[in-house]
């Protein structure tokens, strides 16, 4: 019994421990994650060759911390200082000159080694973590399909009890002696018929208004585009920013679909499409590989030459976010001034291949994402010249600021 | 001040019937429902068909919509340049660049687009001012009617290479017949680099500049008084006492943006210390300078010479003889003496063209003390340089056939050259004619080879308004079409390969010492000395004796017949805009007229012509209330013409006025077209050089013409205090004057302080953040304009085109209305008062009350919000704006609907401004209003919101420079200030703060709680004008105003 004890107590300790060593390390991680998602994915990835070579086993190949400091934040002066490992990465990488990320300090890097190890661990094609949103997601529909299910059992109860109702009453009448009516069909009787045309009115009613109301709206649109382009194996699998490709969201109205040289910058290196397999939406294979040579043909790279060799000729891709004219809506104010994530509005775009949209993008969900959402009242200081509030918050008689307080659902915020 | 009467219409000043029922109704027409009633019940179609068929197609429209949804591409770069970001605008420098004029700009450059001008901060003497026309510019870059490629004998040449070869050809085939190069002013250094190197390729050829308003008599004068050829700066905001004998500095005349800007700085008057300038204008005709003088004295124009010589004698202390009239007289020895008092500090400018009258002049500024005071020859203008006796040489020549080619660029002598059939008779002599113009303009037309040359945003260049102060200019888009620069062209012809780009670049690095330096220059759009230049120019008297002579001076002049004056308007200018909307429908300052010009006449002559008594109320009824205005028989020599009149206060009695730039031929394009006469044609060459104004008859023809002006179409409905003014003497002795009133004003509604609060039952709301407000100063607005075309361009307000106007469909959120004060017979007595009226951004607003679907309605900010998705038309708002200044889309003017039917009523000008091409100059941050909505001023919301996020994005607050109006920016006098109003350190608060004293709020007593304050006007003279023309029915005289007998 007491070695039971005993035992116990130590797994108990352990465990305790590594939680903490993971929890640890988690955190860490979790920074070195958002990092490395700005600084490096667009070019590196841990398990894979992409531009640049990848990280997986880095600190085992450069042993020497300080160099590899070095190197991240001034590439080009390690080099010239004639290492030789270095020298021949950068030959055997055809050259492409690394970004100088001056600005990280060792800690930041730090973080980033340390997520790089963390996700050492996770080697592909090992599915991780079952996702659980969609567990939820499926609960969520199984939920509706349940009341409905019942809603549809306990109505046959009562439409069978009424019947059994009305039986009994026939019998025991027809027993007592008093005169029977004809019975009339439930078909034909006018109350059933009243209760049918009300509960058909009001679905009716209720479904051509939601129509009129969805008109010129378009949730769930997911056109083919004239390039296969996953976001799953970009944003989802390669882990690259949102922002790498669609800067423009940092600055204007546009998030903008990026230009082509964009695209250049790593499938130059990255000539064909090895992970797992993608099929559309009709279940036919896609040729990954065939995809990425489109951005050739419209670039006009020739990869054999290894120049711009043809004529390039934009893509034209199908909009699919369309808001109407008299709608000013700028990126720049959501993702840059009120930190929203992508995902708020474009969804779980990280696991779409193809994209579609996600939110009706209607004048309610706006209105509501308006009136829920706190801006970063304390953070930015252009709130700074609400000073009202300011005192409110503290004195306790207020707690935060939403977009609606500060006239964030005012007409000429968006139409003007 | 309460018996001062201000009045926009003849019609306000008697308060004649047409007033009153036009104060009445907001809307002139009444609802195209003809014979609603009878007719709907047995119409073709019964109100039930009616709804049926409504219903039926609204069910079927609904679901054609639903079935097919637009499918929209987008389409990336395929190599994105690294500075663009579509949807974010780029701003690059350049210069605009007209007719030698050289306005340092910024353009505003969206998605390669341009589509908006600025001013140029940097640029030392127009910090950021720009004019109507610098405003308008990027419209003509879209002009419809701009050529499109080369042609010879009206043919498309298919390539430059091809053309090139064609001129290169005819040129040397001309046996050594001089080449001659007529070109208007050019100041550019290496433009002008590029001619002499032409030039010298042509042994015997010549360079000729030819302004169409000609600068010769003052470039003349002053080589006569100071030895040289050369115009120097005046310095406005160094004089104390400013005389000027006619020239409109402040609209049209030489360099206007820097003359605003100086003049301002006398004007304005500081709360701490008042003083102002004091301005007196003697001048034949109404012009906008005049309006803003303070003093102001009338002559007949061929009298400038008398009146300049005896202002010369009074201030050289002897007595003024020759005048004819007593006030003027006095008013040439009043100016006088206040010269003299001021030595040092007076500058007396005119805008005669005569070299006598100019001599004279440098006579009197030389005796005040003006030069190497006010007047600067260290830094001399560069932007008018023609001397029309050259021209008139050249004309000469052409004619005897001694020239063999001439090539043009930039110059319209066959429409603006005083003898333009001389010129066109010379031009079919000469063998070779090469025009490089950007329009099929009247010379153009008449040119063997035409090449189109570049707008200045599509073109490489450099320019020296004033010597010494450099802009560069540079391209902000690629040729729309194939044109090619003039620079480029010469080049070619002189046998340099070089592109003028890199031409420009080698001579500007060689210049400035590095291709760095050339970057940094040319990013900053101006190459300016550290130290501003100053000096005088050693003076040479002996020229006065005989022009004064020249002029009569001293001999009584004989008065008899009438006379005419040329002038150029504040909008339209010399006429090289003319086929721009925006200038075109842009109000005149004074006449408040559209789409024409028009014979302006004094009300004395109106009367002596047509009869007609402005004092009676039937009689300017009918003069005013209705577009139809007399038509005039004018007869100067041999040359007649009819024209319309309107009759202006303060014009010299037997003087009429013509403004130039009008009567253009159809081939200048569709606005341009059938507007107005040509007045150029009445100028005449006094043997030196171009007179603009000459003796006229005049008789009345019994017939009309219909003018669009604007002036009757807002009226306040009889309130009173719209304007305040004072005059200095009174600010002095009373600063509080205005304060002190408004006070007394709202004392039974809570006084000055609680007026907001208990003024009113509604419940007041707070603005815990931002709280805009916008403060007019109405000493520093003279009315020319800018604004209302940089409104126009910001916020895509519609042109509507004369047929509209006449229908007060006119759409402008800004107007800057006009008022006179005085008798209308006595041209001295005739003060004017400019006022700038947008939306007030009411905090009481009453348009929001009434809106039934709420499409206007207040925001935290303070806004006056519009939204135009919900606006059904009703136009309730509009009716209830005490302001006037909603506007109703009465048609589908900018094509912004879908349907075909709502543009039934377009004028061609409509219709031009419709094209794709001229759609390009739309601002996509603001939505192109359909038909059947209200819009209105909305403080360039669209600005605001990108300076608060400008803002957030840098992690601060809201500073003034984020957010600013278009006017605001516009303005070269800066009389617009705006910004938080809740910031205590934000430029509008400390001017309200600062001039608490002057501050107003125009119909601050009917509580609508405006946004926008003004500043009283101020004026330097003695009496603010006292006379009272019309006491109204039904408002009580204050005190014991003088009883006035019983006339009308």
Not at chain 1, 311 to 323: G, S, T
Not at chain 1, 404 to 414: D, L, V, Y
Not at chain 2, 769 to 786: E, L, P, R, T, V
Not at chain 2, 870 to 880: K, M
Request: glycine share 8%.
């Amino acid at each position: 019994m007491i070695d039971y004890r005993r035992i116990a107590k130590r797994l108990v300790i352990s465990i305790l421990l590594l939680t903490v060593v993971c929890f640890d390390q988690q955190i860490f991680a979790q920074d070195g994650k958002a990092l490395f998602q700005q600084n490096c994915a667009s070019c590196h990835a841990v398990h894979k060759d992409l531009t640049g070579p990848k990280l997986a086993g880095i600190e085992e190949r450069v042993p020497d911390k300080k160099l590899l400091h070095d190197w991240i934040r001034n590439n080009q002066a390690v080099l010239k200082s004639g290492n030789k490992y270095f020298n021949d990465l950068y030959q055997q990488y055809n050259k492409a000159a690394m970004n100088l990320f001056p600005n990280l300090t060792d800690a930041e890097i730090d973080a980033i080694l340390a997520y790089v190890k963390v996700q050492e661990a996770n080697v592909p094609g090992a599915k991780g973590n079952p996702k659980t949103d969609q567990d939820a997601k499926a609960t969520s529909s199984d939920n509706t399909l349940l009341f409905g299910i019942l809603t549809l059992i306990l109505a046959i109860i009562v439409f069978t009890l009424l019947q059994v109702n009305a039986n009994l009453k026939r019998l025991s009448d027809e027993k007592e002696g008093v005169p029977a009516y004809e019975p009339v069909p439930f078909w034909r009787n006018k109350a059933y018929i009243a209760l049918v045309a009300v509960i058909l009115f009001v679905i009716g009613g209720y479904y051509t208004i939601q129509g009129a109301i969805g008109l010129g709206r378009s949730k769930d649109y997911q056109p083919e585009q004239p390039i296969y382009y996953s976001h799953k194996v970009h944003a989802g699998t390669n882990q690259i920013n949102c922002l790498y490709c669609h800067g423009g969201a940092q600055e204007g109205r546009h998030a903008n679909i990026p230009s082509l040289n964009t695209c250049m910058n790593c499938h130059m290196a990255i000539t064909s499409y090895s992970g797992e397999d993608l099929y559309r939406e009709d279940g036919t294979k896609v040729d990954g590989t065939a995809e990425i040579q489109k951005i050739y043909k419209h670039t006009g790279w020739d990869p054999d030459q290894q120049k711009y060799a043809n004529e390039p000729k934009p893509v034209e891709w199908v909009k699919i976010h369309n808001l109407p004219d008299h709608v000013y809506f700028s990126h720049a104010q959501h993702v840059n001034a009120g930190r929203v994530a992508c995902q708020t509005c474009h969804g779980e775009i990280q696991n779409m291949n193809e994209v579609y949209q996600f939110s009706d993008l209607s004048m309610g969900w706006c209105i509501n994402c308006h009136r829920e959402t706190k801006v970063k009242f304390t953070e930015n200081k252009f709130y700074s010249i609400y000073e009202k509030f300011h005192n409110e918050i503290k004195n306790g008689t207020l707690d935060s600021v939403t977009v609606e307080k500060i006239g964030g659902t005012e007409c000429q915020k968006c139409h003007y | 001040m309460e018996q001062k009467k201000y009045w926009q219409s003849f019609g306000e000043l008697n308060n004649s019937e047409a007033f009153q029922k036009g104060a009445q109704d907001e809307f002139k027409e009444d609802l195209p429902f003809e014979n609603f009633d009878a007719q709907s019940l047995d119409a073709k179609t019964p109100r039930r068909d009616f709804l049926k068929y409504v219903g039926f197609s609204t069910a079927a429209a609904a679901v054609a919509a639903s079935c097919e949804m637009p499918v929209k591409k987008a389409i990336p770069f395929v190599n994105r340049p690294a500075d663009v970001v579509p949807g974010v605008a780029n701003y690059y420098a350049t210069t605009y660049l007209s007719g030698g004029d050289a306005i340092p700009v910024l353009a505003k450059v969206r998605d390669g687009r341009p589509i908006k001008i600025e001013g140029n901060e940097l640029s030392t003497w127009t910090k950021g001012g720009t004019t109507a026309q610098v405003q308008a510019s990027v419209l003509d870059l879209y002009d419809t009617a701009r050529l499109r490629f080369p042609m010879a004998d009206g043919k498309e040449v298919s390539t430059f290479e091809a053309f090139d070869k064609m001129v290169g050809t005819a040129l040397s085939g001309l046996g050594g017949a001089p080449v001659v190069l007529l070109t208007s002013t050019v100041n550019s250094p290496s433009g002008k680099q590029v001619i002499s190197e032409f030039l010298a390729k042509y042994p015997g050829s010549r360079h000729v500049q030819y302004d169409a308003i000609s600068y010769s008599g003052l470039l003349l004068a002053n080589e006569a008084s100071y030895g040289q050829r050369a115009i120097p700066s005046y310095q406005f905001d160094k004089a104390k006492v400013i005389v000027n004998l006619g020239a409109d500095f402040l609209g049209t005349w030489l360099n206007p943006v820097e003359f605003q800007r100086g003049y301002t700085q006398g004007r304005k008057v500081d709360p701490a210390n008042p003083a102002m300038s004091k301005h007196y204008q003697f001048e034949s005709m109404m012009s906008m300078t005049g309006a803003n003088a303070d003093e102001r004295f009338t002559h007949r124009p061929s009298e400038t010479g008398v009146v300049a010589a005896a202002l010369l004698s009074a201030v050289n202390g002897q007595s003024v003889t020759g005048i004819n009239g007593d006030k003027l007289r006095k008013g040439i020895e009043k100016a006088a003496k206040d010269l003299v008092a001021n030595k040092g500090n007076a500058l007396v400018v005119s805008g005669s063209n005569d070299v006598s009258v100019q001599i004279i002049v440098n006579a009197i500024n030389e005796a005040v003390g003006a030069n190497g005071t006010t007047i600067n020859w260290g830094v001399t203008h560069r932007n008018k340089a023609g001397i029309d006796a050259e021209m008139a040489t050249l004309v000469n020549d052409m004619n005897n056939g001694s020239i063999g080619a001439v090539i043009l660029y930039d110059v319209n002598p066959a429409y603006d050259y005083f003898d333009a059939e001389k010129f066109k008779s010379g031009l079919k002599k000469v063998r070779v004619s090469v025009s490089l113009n950007e329009k099929m303009d009247e010379t153009t037309e008449l040119c063997k080879y035409v090449l189109p040359a570049n707008h200045y945003l599509e073109s490489w260049g450099d320019a020296e308004h004033k010597s010494g102060y450099i802009s560069l200019v540079q391209p902000t888009i690629a040729p729309l079409f194939k044109t090619r620069q003039w620079q480029e062209t010469l080049l070619k012809w002189s046998g340099n390969t070089a592109s003028y780009m890199d031409y420009h670049k080698n001579f500007w690095t060689s210049k400035l010492g590095s291709e760095d330096t050339f970057l940094k220059a040319l990013q900053d759009g101006v190459i300016e000395p550290t130290t501003p230049a100053a000096g005088s120019a050693s003076y040479n008297g002996g020229a006065v004796a005989a022009a004064s002579a020249a002029v009569g001076a001293g001999g009584t002049a004989k008065r008899a017949g009438y006379e005419l004056v040329i002038y150029q308007k504040a909008g339209l200018a010399d006429g090289r805009h003319a086929n721009n909307p925006w200038l075109q429908e842009m109000p005149d300052p004074i006449t408040r007229a559209t789409w024409d010009n028009y014979v302006m006449m004094s009300p004395h002559l109106g009367k002596e012509l047509f009869k007609i008594d402005l004092k009676n109320n039937t009689q300017s009824d009918k003069y005013e209330a209705f577009p139809e205005k007399p038509v005039v028989k004018l007869k100067v020599g041999n040359k007649e013409v009819e024209m319309p009149v309107l009759l202006i206060p303060g014009m010299q009695n037997e003087t009429m006025a013509i403004a130039v730039g009008y009567g253009r031929s159809e081939k200048v394009g569709k606005a341009a077209a059938n507007v107005g006469k040509n007045a150029y044609q009445f100028a005449s060459s006094n043997g030196t050089t171009v007179i603009f104004h000459a003796n006229a008859n005049v008789e009345a023809t019994g017939t009309t013409y219909k003018i669009a002006t604007t002036q009757t179409h807002s009226s306040y409905e009889g309130r009173h205090e719209v304007v305040k003014e004072m005059t200095l003497a009174e600010y002095i002795k009373n600063p509080k004057k205005v304060l002190e009133a408004r006070a007394k004003e709202l004392e039974p509604w809570g006084g000055l302080e609680n007026y907001a609060k208990d003024g009113t039952i509604y419940p007041v709301f707070d603005k815990p953040g931002i709280k805009w407000g916008m403060s007019i100063d109405m000493n520093a607005c003279y009315g020319c304009g800018a604004c209302v075309v940089a409104c126009t361009a910001e916020n895509n307000v519609s042109v509507v085109g004369k047929s509209e106007v006449l229908r007060a469909h006119d759409m402008h959120w800004l107007r800057i209305d006009r008022y006179f004060a005085g008798d209308a017979y006595d041209p001295e007595s005739i003060q004017t008062v400019f006022q700038p009226m947008l939306c007030q951004h009411c905090d009481n607003a009453p348009c929001e009350n009434v809106c039934p679907v709420a499409a206007t309605n207040h925001s935290s900010e303070g806004l006056n919000q519009m939204t135009y998705n919900r606006c059904i038309g009703t136009r309730y708002c509009a009716n209830n704006c005490p302001y006037k200044v909603r506007r109703f889309n009465w048609a589908d003017y900018t094509g912004a609907d879908s349907f075909k039917n709502n543009q039934d009523e377009a004028n061609d000008v409509i219709l031009m401004m419709n094209d794709d091409l001229t759609r390009m100059v739309l601002n996509p941050d603001v939505t192109v209003r359909s038909r059947g909505v209200i819009e209105k001023c909305s403080f360039c919301v669209q600005r605001l919101q990108e300076g608060k996020l400008k803002a957030k994005k840098e992690d601060r607050p809201l500073v003034d420079s984020d957010a600013r109006t278009a006017c605001q920016q516009a303005c070269a006098a800066d009389a617009i200030v705006f910004g938080n109003v809740n910031n205590s350190q934000s430029a509008v608060s400390k001017t309200r703060h600062d001039n608490m004293n002057r501050l107003f709020y125009s119909l601050e007593q009917i509580h609508v709680l405006p946004n926008v304050n003004y500043l009283a006007k101020v004026r330097n003279t003695d009496v603010v004008s006292a006379h009272v023309e019309h006491q109204e029915p039904g408002h009580e005289s204050h005190q014991q105003a003088p009883k006035e007998p019983a006339a009308h």
